[in-house]
């Protein structure tokens, strides 16, 4: 069992160095209370990293939209305005996406890995940590690939069986080999930074997406292991495309594939299908496959993804591969706080609280750290409005119906309604997000956001 020692000049433990790690640390550092962030890597990786930086976006490069009327971009704007330190990184490590914020993914992990361990209040511990703590007020963050000697010790406390969903991830491919003698650059409706678009566009006909799908759904797939395999559960914002494809043969064109707000300048009309390759560094190299998330076998990644018009030749950096995501039953053990209902200076955050999203597990992590660092003033928790993104993210994970409880991210459907029903669906949006920020402001004294640049570090 591993030993948490030296924690004479600690205030609060961390266990867990990913999003909502991260974001936890920060906040309490930032409130003047002494951090150990422990994180496992590289003594001992996930099935889904490959490095030792703190915050690895180990899915999409893509962090959602950043209008302010989508869900995702509310739920940013709400963080921002808290204080957030992944928000900042994002922000300095953003790639071109259209109306998304998209990230070079090891600028940004490098940029928060920077910040954490030039902060004077954070010790960065690179060690597996096999149980709760239980020696000072602590925040897991382990997210949903938590270790198995942790993971059987949160079992025994809640007395609870974890419960599960898939996850997958899609592949990148170079640049350079992307033929753009077919593909062309657009973004849908014309929106973007770069004025010939910021996504690549694979073009797709009627006859060459009906032959993609049936090569699709008739490809071979990666076993799960046998223990896994009688209850499959996917989560719906992210499922394989070879799960998708098989629920009908236009659901690819109604879905990842769409082509809505796309002209191909070679016939001047919308294509049947496209595939859409986002940038997934800064420097312009790679491409990430936007919706392809897939648990195929790898050469048969190769050849039915080679199908795709442009793609012919591709050359894969990464493909894409499939884990199991574990989160506890957070309607029966936590309070919208984030703290654990049988002892409140013990807090969980990020995806393992059933939190779907980037930035929604940030949020979770945000509003631990908040929390515990008043808990340790002797102050009262803060539950944020549930008219904000957050609030209510929060409010909904901790108060769902725990027997069908699933993961759940930003969305407008958990905020509460409206006084009156508003038309058409954008500017019910804007409606929705004015008063959230409304709320939020409201509480804002209560909170005391401290700006994520706000601290001596290097530069």
Not at 20 to 25: F, I, K, L, R, T
Not at 148 to 156: C, H, K, N, S, V
Not at 338 to 343: G, N, P, T, Y
């Amino acid at each position: 069992m591993s030993e948490l020692r030296d924690l004479e000049h600690i205030d609060v433990i961390v266990v867990g160095g990913g999003l909502a790690g991260s974001e936890a640390a920060w906040q309490l550092a930032q409130r003047g209370v002494r951090v150990a962030l422990y994180e496992m890597r590289p003594v001992k990786y996930t099935p889904a990293h490959f490095t030792d930086r703190l915050a690895e976006l180990v899915c999409s490069n893509s962090l959602g939209s950043a209008l302010i009327d989508r869900a995702s971009g509310l739920l940013k704007e709400e963080m921002r305005r808290l204080g957030s330190l992944i928000l900042a990184a994002a922000d300095k490590a953003k790639v071109p996406a259209g109306a998304a914020l998209a990230v070079d993914r090891e600028r940004f992990a490098e940029e928060v890995t920077r910040l954490i361990e030039a902060h004077p209040l954070i010790e960065v511990r690179r060690q597996e940590v096999t149980r709760v703590p239980t020696e000072r007020p602590a925040i897991i963050a382990t997210g949903p690939l938590t270790s198995e000697a942790l993971t059987e010790d949160i079992r025994q406390l809640t007395g609870e069986e974890y419960l599960y969903f898939y996850d997958a991830m899609a592949p990148i491919v170079e640049a350079d080999s992307i033929n753009m003698e077919i593909c062309f650059r657009a973004s849908r409706y014309g929106r973007g930074e770069q004025e010939e678009g910021d996504y690549i566009n694979c073009p797709m006909n009627e006859e060459e997406y009906r032959r993609f799908v049936r090569a699709l759904v008739e490809a071979e797939t990666i076993r799960l292991r046998d223990f896994e395999r009688e209850d499959e559960r996917f989560f719906e914002g992210c499922l394989p495309i070879e799960v998708l494809a098989k629920r009908g043969e236009e659901a690819l064109a109604f879905g990842p594939l769409r082509p809505v707000g796309l002209v191909d300048p070679r016939t001047g009309e919308q294509p049947y299908a496209v595939v859409q390759l986002r940038q997934d560094n800064l420097a312009g190299t790679l491409y990430s496959m936007v919706g392809f998330q897939t648990n195929l076998k790898w050469p048969e990644q190769r050849r039915v993804f080679r199908m795709i018009p442009g793609l012919e030749n591709a050359v894969f950096v990464r493909l894409g591969q499939m884990h199991r995501n574990t989160f506890i039953n957070a309607p029966v053990l936590l309070e919208p706080t984030m703290q654990f209902r049988r002892r409140p200076d013990l807090f969980f955050a990020g995806q393992i609280t059933g939190v779907e999203g980037y930035v929604g597990n940030a949020g979770t992590g945000l509003v631990a750290g908040i929390n515990a660092a008043r808990v340790l003033r002797g102050q009262a928790p803060i539950v944020l409005p549930r008219e904000t993104m957050l609030g209510a993210l929060c409010w909904y994970v901790t108060h769902a119906e725990p027997k069908t409880f699933q993961p759940m991210k930003a969305n407008f459907g958990i905020l509460p309604p409206l006084p009156r029903r508003i038309r058409p669906k954008a500017k019910r949006n804007r409606a929705y997000a004015q008063r959230a920020l409304r709320a939020l402001e409201a509480v804002m004294s209560e909170i005391e956001p401290v700006p994520a640049d706000d601290v001596a570090l290097p530069a």
